[in-house]
């Protein structure tokens, strides 16, 4: 059972937008930045939002990523069939003092 | 470029202890934390601990007290990760995963490439 509660999966059709939600508390969202990564099947996570709403170089500005309260978003914009992965949130925790994740979503692109 | 190469797949019986290595390069190994972050089959994931290569300074996970040690080499920029007492629970995925730093703010931003660990009798 992970902390940051993420829906298991989720899909559109290319060219749309898609947002993902991840739910956490006030020792953790609340309180802290978010932090989301994206995953394809068997590799590592890549960091893909920092800081809430920040995008490392490299990441088109099709992601973006919104906090409001102890809930944060990621948006997809203009779907991509590469876009099919694996998204995850994260943060620190104050009340467990260390990091918290959600448990994914499975992206997929019809 | 910040690189982490992780140790080959293990396996280990139960009981038994694995210890898992990260070999850092493409950047000061004693300036970021490094943080062990584990994924069981299918599942989200999470995080074990962290350590400070300069002085070795950890913190774990409440979860994993006890059982999970972490340790660095400077002179080989390599970080470990030894757990111990193994159960089929533990078999997972474990990633090594380096802290970046924005005005004092750090998280977990470059990871190797994962190790698997099997516990099977």
């Known amino acids: 059972q992970s902390v940051l509660t993420q829906p298991p999966s989720a899909s559109g059709t290319p060219g749309q937008r898609v947002t993902i939600s991840c739910s956490g508390s006030s020792s953790n969202i609340g309180s802290n930045y978010v932090y989301w990564y994206r995953q394809f099947p068997g590799t590592a996570p890549k960091l893909l939002i920092y800081?809430?709403?920040q995008r490392p170089s490299g990441v088109p500005d099709r992601f973006s990523g919104s906090k409001s309260g102890t809930s944060a978003s990621l948006a997809i914009s203009g779907l991509r069939s590469e876009d099919e992965a694996d998204y995850c949130c994260?943060?620190?925790?104050?009340?467990?003092?260390?990091?918290?994740f959600g448990g994914g979503t499975k992206l997929t692109v019809l | 470029q910040v690189q982490l190469v992780q140790s080959g797949a293990e396996v280990r019986k139960p009981g038994a202890s694995v210890k898992v290595s990260c070999k850092a390069s493409g950047y000061t190994f004693s300036t970021f934390y490094m943080h062990w972050v584990r994924q069981a089959p299918g599942q989200g994931l999470e995080w074990m601990g962290i350590?400070?290569?300069?002085?070795?300074?950890?913190s774990y996970a409440q979860k994993f007290q006890g059982r999970v040690t972490m340790t660095r080499d400077t002179s080989t920029s390599t970080v470990y990760m030894e757990l111990s007492s193994l159960r089929s629970e533990d078999t997972a995925m474990y990633y090594c995963?380096?802290?970046?730093?924005?005005?004092?703010?750090?998280?977990?931003?470059?990871w190797g490439q994962g190790t698997l660990v099997t516990v099977s009798s």
């Open positions: 995963a380096r802290d970046d730093c924005i005005n004092g703010v750090c998280y977990p931003s470059y």
């Open positions: 994260a943060a620190w925790d104050d009340s467990l003092s260390g990091w918290v």
């Open positions: 800081r809430n709403d």
């Open positions: 350590i400070h290569p300069s002085g070795g300074s950890t």
